[in-house]
Nanobody, 119 residues
Framework: QVQLVESGGGWVQAGGSLRLSCVAS????????FGWYRQAPGTQREVVAG???????NYADSVKGRFTISRDDAKNTVYLEMNSLEPEDTAVYFC?????????????WGQGTQVTVSS
């Protein structure tokens, strides 16, 4: 069974940095795109960043220049380097992956990791 497990969340003061990781495990053939999303209390989940199988990246305007998404295919892992964090970045962060399995191509989600930025 395919699983995505995030780690690296925590508490940090404004201006600080955190690095999130998300590892995919289970029986699958390959991973196409990865994405990071976040959801603050009382709001809808929003996309933060994405990276294709070829390494192309895209970012939400609110995080451009501060966050960097990367992937290590040998480790089935996607990272989100977050710098210059702001209180507005406080949210649960989820990773998402488009995974190719023998039975088809499916989107999987992790359970989320909390990021709290204090002012």
């Amino acid at each position: 069974q395919v699983q995505l497990v995030e780690s690296g969340g925590g508490w940090v003061q404004a201006g600080g940095s955190l690095r999130l990781s998300c590892v995919a495990s289970g029986g699958f053939l390959s991973i196409n795109g990865f994405g990071w999303y976040r959801q603050a209390p009382g709001t809808q989940r929003e996309v933060v960043a994405g990276i294709s199988s070829g390494g192309s990246t895209n970012y939400a305007d609110s995080v451009k220049g501060r966050f960097t998404i990367s992937r290590d295919d040998a480790k089935n892992t996607v990272y989100l380097e977050m710098n210059s964090l702001e209180p507005e970045d406080t949210a649960v962060y989820f990773c998402n992956a488009q995974i190719v399995q023998r039975i088809g191509r499916y989107t999987h989600w992790g359970q989320g990791t909390q990021v709290t930025v204090s002012s």
